[in-house]
């Protein structure tokens, strides 16, 4: 499976933004999908992520509130909602899909990754 991560760019404070994670070669059915960020020289930081059935989430904490995940499993893509950016959400953003079904927050259990997207917000 190949996952493609798309829609970032320059956005002002305050705006939105919306990524895609797309999959390609297998489904992402049974496996949990995060997004995840990184900053240069800094670790990659967990964002968000969701079950297979999109029924269970988790979100960072400082992201509850500004960013939604949802799934689209027919699609075979999945999607980050930001709002109410702030400039220290500028990172470029990872979409990587699970080992199994199991939602996990650690970049470790997480074992197929897109190529990211930039986000840059503006002050």
């Known amino acids: 499976v190949q996952l493609q991560a798309s829609g970032g760019g320059l956005v002002q404070a305050g705006g939105s933004l919306r990524l895609s994670c797309t999959a390609s070669g297998r489904t992402l059915r049974r496996h949990a999908v995060g997004w995840f960020r990184q900053t240069p020289g800094k670790e990659r930081e967990f964002v968000a992520a969701?079950?297979?059935?999109?029924?269970?989430?988790y979100y960072a904490d400082s992201m509850k509130g500004r960013f939604a995940i949802s799934r689209d499993n027919a699609e075979n893509t999945v999607y980050l909602q930001m709002i109410r950016v702030k400039p220290e959400d500028t990172a470029v953003y990872y979409c990587?899909?699970?080992?199994?079904?199991?939602?996990?927050?650690?970049?470790?259990?997480?074992?197929?990754w897109g190529q990211g997207t930039l986000v840059t917000v503006s002050s």
């Open positions: 990587a899909r699970s080992f199994d079904s199991v939602l996990t927050t650690v970049v470790t259990d997480y074992h197929v």
């Open positions: 969701l079950n297979w059935s999109g029924g269970d989430i």
